[in-house]
């Protein structure tokens, strides 16, 4: 689905009667749509999902438009698989979760899930110029609680009832990813969790982003590009040769306390 506010174009607003009319896939709600307004965009996912369809549903993902979510790995990780690691996304991992023979990637237990790209002690940002500005009588803290980037994470059907339930009695904040994955998450007491393949780190390579699960920020005609790469089985990627060691390779490790 199309998550969406109201917009004050007539022209507009009649596309998405439209668009909706002929394809099912649009949500509106009764605010401006703004990038300032993404939180109540995401709060109105959750509202969605709970008041629709979370009896019938195991895991959510969220997305901005301009992801594109390679979904074949995505509902590998979910039911437990592992995803093939090529060359061209090794420089993606890190020692804390790389490993092509053991389930390392894997969702080996789907309770209280919340994955993505996760950021650690992040600060928030004073300069009023900036799209991410935040105002201190919002947010007071020195850091940021972790949190995943909003560009696409997906979760749990019982987290998203518990990030809910506690969204609706938590101070509004503007930057959806922070109040929904950190402030929101924390005081539910859910711990995000990490994936690298989850990346807003552009790529040219298609063999990168067949071994991704996201991949941000991409136009409308390279994600179906990347989707006709990533679904056609006759072409191959290269993996690491017989001679390649990890530890040589990757020095990094992702780590937040």
Request: charged share 20%; proline share 5%.
């Amino acid at each position: 689905f199309f998550l969406l506010g109201v917009t004050t174009s007539n022209e507009t607003q009649g596309q998405i009667v439209a668009e909706s009319e002929q394809y099912g896939d649009i949500v509106q709600e009764n605010f401006i749509d703004s990038y300032n307004n993404l939180t109540l965009k995401t709060v109105m996912l959750l509202k969605w999902v709970t008041n629709n369809c979370i009896d019938r549903v195991r895991f959510v993902m969220k997305c901005d438009d301009d992801v594109f979510v390679n979904v074949p790995n995505l509902l590998h990780i979910l039911l437990g698989g592992i995803v093939p690691v090529y060359n061209d996304t090794l420089s993606f991992y890190d020692l804390a979760n790389f490993l092509a023979t053991r389930k390392k990637t894997a969702v080996l237990d789907p309770r209280h899930l919340l994955m993505g790209f996760l950021f650690c002690r992040a600060k928030p940002i004073a300069d009023v110029t900036s799209k991410w500005y935040s105002p201190i009588y919002m947010y007071s803290g020195t850091t940021y609680p972790n949190y995943l980037s909003g560009t696409g994470y997906v979760m749990s059907a019982d987290t998203l009832t518990l990030l809910y339930n506690t969204s609706l009695r938590t101070p509004l904040f503007h930057l959806e990813d922070v109040f929904l994955t950190g402030i929101c998450a924390n005081r539910a007491g859910l711990k995000p969790r990490h994936s690298p393949l989850f990346t807003y780190t552009v790529v040219k390579n298609l063999c990168a982003i067949r071994g991704m699960i996201t991949q941000h920020p991409l136009s409308p005609d390279d994600i179906k590009r990347a989707y006709d790469f990533v679904t056609n089985t006759t072409l191959r990627c290269p993996g690491p040769d017989a001679q390649f060691n990890s530890k040589k390779v990757l020095g990094r490790s992702k780590m937040c306390k």
